[in-house]
């Protein structure tokens, strides 16, 4: 039987060389074993595991070891303050979308009511976030995938926000809804992205990831479609890669889309670009 401090330093010592975080991955997997929070075990430290708990951690650490992401060992991930449910269904929640979502809150206003949509809403972060943030919204979400679906909807139970989901591939199932702001974070990387060798992007679902012609074929289609769903005056918000913005900004404006502009990460990265319906050339 070996204590908290002892099991932490030797799971630190096996993830040294498979992860940049090693420590904070050990903790977070001994924290969901035992049910308990982070502070439980800098204030227990020579606590002693049963062996149930450290037979269950090894075999995470070992799975980890392979290069599976925490969050899907643990099978939630924070985001926004908030506590998401996530499994290999679904992209795992990183900051960058926080960007996005911090652009949505700008162009929305804070009181009265205004139509959002959510398109691949995944785990269902960005929906549930902007529904959290302005509550009078009305909010609708799509994803391809049942899966993803299912966990968006518990997601947003859990968060006590009521949202429409549909199963829709993009705007194919939606009915006919007029929106203030059609968001999303489409698959943006390329077939041929060298990232995708990243031992965690081998782990997500890859339809989320990939997407063809340079991984801009989803978000020109989103774009030619968008404004049949948009009031006058509306607003389309895009994720795209730290490489995509120039393209993003023509393809908008092949859609005849005004007020485009980009926005940085937190990385200081071009990550966001948004445009407004505008009125098509005769």
């Given amino acids: 039987m070996l204590s908290i401090k002892t099991t932490l330093i030797e799971a630190q010592r096996m993830l040294s060389m498979h992860s940049e975080s090693a420590m904070l991955d050990a903790e977070s997997l ?3 074993v035992l049910n308990k929070p982070r502070t439980y075990l800098r204030a227990w430290p020579d606590t002693l595991l049963a062996a149930t708990e450290f037979n269950a951690f090894r075999a995470l650490i070992e799975q980890r070891k392979d290069g599976c992401p925490v969050a899907y060992l643990t099978g ?3 985001f926004w ?5 996530v499994s290999p269904e679904v992209l ?7 960007c996005l979502i911090e652009q949505c809150l700008n162009l929305l206003p804070k009181t ?5 949509l959510d398109l691949g809403t995944g ?3 960005i929906a549930i976030i902007l529904a959290t943030e302005r509550p009078n919204a009305q909010v609708y ?8 679906l299912t966990l968006a909807q518990h997601n947003a139970t859990r968060h006590h926000v009521l949202i429409s989901f549909f199963h829709s591939n993009w705007f194919t199932a939606l009915p006919n809804i007029q929106f203030d702001l059609i968001v999303s974070n489409p698959p943006y990387i390329a077939p041929n992205d060298p990232h995708l060798i990243n031992a965690n992007l081998q782990y997500e679902p890859q339809h989320a990831l990939i997407a063809q012609e340079n991984g801009l074929a989803d978000i020109r289609q989103i774009t030619q479609t968008a404004a049949n769903f948009l009031k ?34 937190l990385a200081q990265l071009p990550r966001v670009t948004l445009g407004q319906v505008g009125i098509p050339h005769s």
């Fill in 30 to 32: 001994l924290c969901h």
């Fill in 232 to 265: 006058p005056h509306g607003f389309l918000a895009f994720e795209h890669g730290y490489n995509q913005a120039s393209a993003v900004q023509k393809i908008l404006q092949d859609s005849y889309f005004i007020n485009i502009a980009t926005h940085q990460d």
């Fill in 92 to 98: 795992i929640p990183r900051p960058d979308t926080e």
């Fill in 123 to 125: 785990s269902g972060i």
């Fill in 141 to 148: 979400a799509t994803d391809i995938s049942l899966a993803a």
């Fill in 76 to 78: 939630k991930k924070e």
């Fill in 81 to 85: 303050s908030h506590e998401f449910i």
């Fill in 112 to 116: 009265g009511t205004v139509t959002i």
